[in-house]
């Protein structure tokens, strides 16, 4: 084994972000590793290359027990990481990037002219010929990753970690990219490919791990496991059912259509989404991490422009260019990641909830206190959030009451859709099946709600209908009599032909 | 594109920045045409050796400012340092030139160690430490000079660190000359002057590259410092004083030097020939406002000269700004 990750575990906060989680490359193989967010594979990632201090377990790389201290560690080593982002030097140019921190030197100084030629040579193996003068910036994605990549093989990388390597990268570029993996994979080096387009796994990988909670799930050889497996470890399934939760009243497929999108996309991760949300319906979204589905609510909300297909409102065709506009025709979202966008953790429970209000509160420009109070009082008692005063600040509330704090937000805007992303993301289970039986009974009084989850058992709970989205586009309408957990997996598993 | 053949590859400019920087080049150009054809002596040898032993001493801070702005940061001490090492290198002064020159900037050296400890170490904001250390600064040479100009001591050499010439040219102008040249070889032939570029890019990517972050950002603020206490020595030297109550508004001018210069205020990108450039050019305004008022035509107040360079100063940052916004070829 090239690396031998054995029992790492790592909390944040208290909060268990690694449980015993294991992790082995072979020389020169493609390990594949896949999970939901949230899963650990970042965190065990991050511990590898030294960016987190490992808590308890074993690493050994290359035959030797190792620590790492910092990324500068790891990378001395022969542990290469290109992130998402592409980290390089952007104003830099090609050539000084793959030789930053390592430059060749002549009498002490730089050696532009091996800097340049070296550069070059390297490139060369990729088949890619640019002018290695120019600034990185200059260059498109693809390119940038490939020299990211030359950057790793001039320090004579053993293992070369790739974080969503094809999530900006077209057809065409995905193959020259998986040219270049082979290349290097038959020049010994081996590869940790984190990724979620299955087609791409099973196109490039030997082996795969797949993380869940924290925790290694499953390992096998690529071929000996099917898709829908392999989407069943990624997704798991809660230990407690919920409590059974009733859903619309029969007939609710004959009500009035109240949000529809059809054919709709925006840049290249929606493509074409067919959605319908009727009155006092719970309409489900699923989709595999980077299908597409908070990208579509971010259309839906004003946040992204639809550039093709339709949006319609009430039956009338909407082109939102922001979110105010959404909002005024009765739009609310509550976004996946209550702390960086949703919540203003230093505010009162008061301030947060009436955020989106404040301009109706207004009286002679001054906030109307009294009607204030009125209102938050209304909606701590419905929605029963359980405060020491709603002068508290909401940071000290529990991740399940500052869940209603936010739903509240758009409650009092008396909205006709509501878009949950991840409603019950950090939520205990106890809490969770509390946040659905809300939801239910808004949309028994009448609201509509688009509700996005990642997991099943959530959705198969809670949702009248399933549409369900795979690379950007639906690919499966399931309706409450064909709604199984196999059938759901079966339409996810579901890649682009 | 059609223009761009007939300029030699070496010169060609690459990137918006380089066009930015080769902008100021072809400015300054311009206005020393307008002035030499304008104004009868604006070439005689005493209006360029009298402009370039007081511009050398703006040059110097704009030169260790070029360092730090392209890291990302400001230091808004080097007026306050440089007075401060005008005051101690006068007190030195009666020691010789080279305790004079030594005392001076060490001084200014102390000051730029302060200001690297208090933004990599104590994690302070580049503006707020160099506010505190820009207030200390005056503080300090005004307690030490008790309110008053020092002078220098005349039975030693040290006043011709500012007012001799060498091969006919002032001394000051071959120290600035000098530390351009060593700054140069730095940013480009150096691969420390590389990773202070690299660090302006961006911090965490340099980090994750495997660069010494920390260690390169002190090391712009102590080379700052040490400019800063170099210009002050100079400053004592030519006008036989050690001066307290100058270098106001010195960081105003040498930030606008490197910012005319085309280096970014964001960091990263940042040339030392341009900023020079700069300090000429920012330099050269005053030169042609002094001599429009000698014409007698008209007669501009300080007020309005500082007006007049500010709005100048905007024209030329807007035009930048324009140039660098166009987007650049993909490749």
Known sequence: ?497 | MSAARFIPAFLRPKTSGDLARLGVMVALLALILFGALRYDNFLSSFNILSFLRYNAMFALIALGMCFVIITGGIDLSVGGVAALASVVSAFASPYGWAAGLAAGMAAGLAFGVLNGIMITQMRIQPFIATLAAMLASYGTALLLADNQSVSVSYDTAFTMLGQDDILGFPIPAWIALAAYILGWIFLERLPAGRHVLAVGDGEATALLMGLKVRRTVFSVYAVSGLLAGLAGTVLAAQFGAGQPTEGVGWELFAIASVVVGGTLLSGGAGSVGATLAGVLLLGMVFNVLNFENGLGWISLSAYWQSVIRGLFLLVVVVLQAKIAARPEEQG
């Open chain 1, 1 to 497: 084994m090239l690396l031998s990750m054995q029992d790492i575990s790592k909390s944040f906060a208290g909060v268990a972000a690694l449980r015993s989680a294991t992790l082995d490359v072979a020389d020169g193989e493609i390990m594949a590793l896949v999970g939901q967010n949230g899963a650990g594979k970042s965190t065990l990632i991050k511990i590898l290359t030294g960016a987190y201090k490992v808590e308890t377990g074993r690493i050994a790389f290359n035959g030797r027990d190792v620590t790492f201290t910092s990324p500068a560690d790891s990378q001395a080593a022969g542990i290469a990481t290109i992130y998402q982002e592409i980290n390089l030097a952007a104003q830099r140019s090609v050539a000084e990037n793959i030789y930053l921190a390592r430059e060749p030197r002549r009498f002490g100084l730089l050696d532009h002219r091996r800097m340049r030629e070296g550069a070059r040579r390297v490139l060369e193996a990729f088949h890619l010929d640019i002018d290695v003068d120019r600034p990185v910036a200059s260059f498109n994605a693809a390119t940038r990753q490939m020299v990211a990549i030359a950057r790793s093989v001039e320090q004579n990388a053993k293992l070369l970690i790739m974080d969503e390597p094809t999530s900006s990268l077209d057809e065409r570029e995905v193959s020259i990219l998986f040219d270049t993996i082979r290349t290097l994979q038959a020049r010994g080096v081996a590869v940790i490919f984190i990724g979620h387009r299955l087609d791409e796994l099973y196109a490039i990988c030997n082996r795969v791990t797949i993380m869940r909670d924290g925790q290694t799930v499953a390992v096998s050889a690529m071929q000996d496991i099917s898709k829908m497996e392999l989407v069943r470890h990624m997704l798991g399934r809660e230990l407690a059912a919920f409590e059974a939760l009733s859903k619309s009243a029969e007939g609710h497929e004959e009500r009035p259509v109240r949000l529809e999108l059809e054919a709709a996309g925006s840049g290249t991760r929606v493509r074409q989404v067919d959605l319908t949300v009727r009155e006092g319906e719970i309409s489900g979204l699923a989709g595999l991490l980077g299908s597409g589905r908070s990208e579509t609510a971010r259309i839906i909300f004003g946040m992204d422009r639809l550039e093709r297909g339709s949006l319609r409102v009430g039956g009338q065709a909407r082109t939102y260019t922001e979110p105010a506009d959404a909002i005024a025709d009765g739009i609310g979202l509550v976004s996946e990641d209550r702390k960086v966008d949703g919540i203003i953790p230093d505010m009162s429970i008061r301030e947060n909830m009436t955020l989106a209000l404040l301009p109706k509160l207004r009286k002679a420009g001054v906030i109307n206190r009294a009607r204030q109070d009125e209102i938050v009082q209304r909606f701590i008692t419905a929605l029963r959030i359980k405060c020491a005063s709603p002068d508290q600040p909401i940071k000290e509330l529990s991740g399940g009451n500052q869940q209603k704090v936010l739903l509240a937000r758009w409650l009092c805007t008396d909205p006709k859709v509501l878009i949950v992303d991840e409603p019950t993301r950090g939520i205990d289970i106890g809490a969770k099946s509390e946040i659905l039986k809300l939801l239910r009974q808004l949309a028994d009084e009448g609201l509509s709600v688009l509700m996005i989850s990642s997991e099943l058992e959530e959705l198969l709970a809670a949702a009248d209908r399933i549409t369900v989205l795979s690379d950007g586009a639906s690919v499966a309408v399931l309706p409450r009599s064909a709604m199984s957990e196999k059938a759901l997996l079966a339409a996810m598993a579901h890649q682009g032909e």
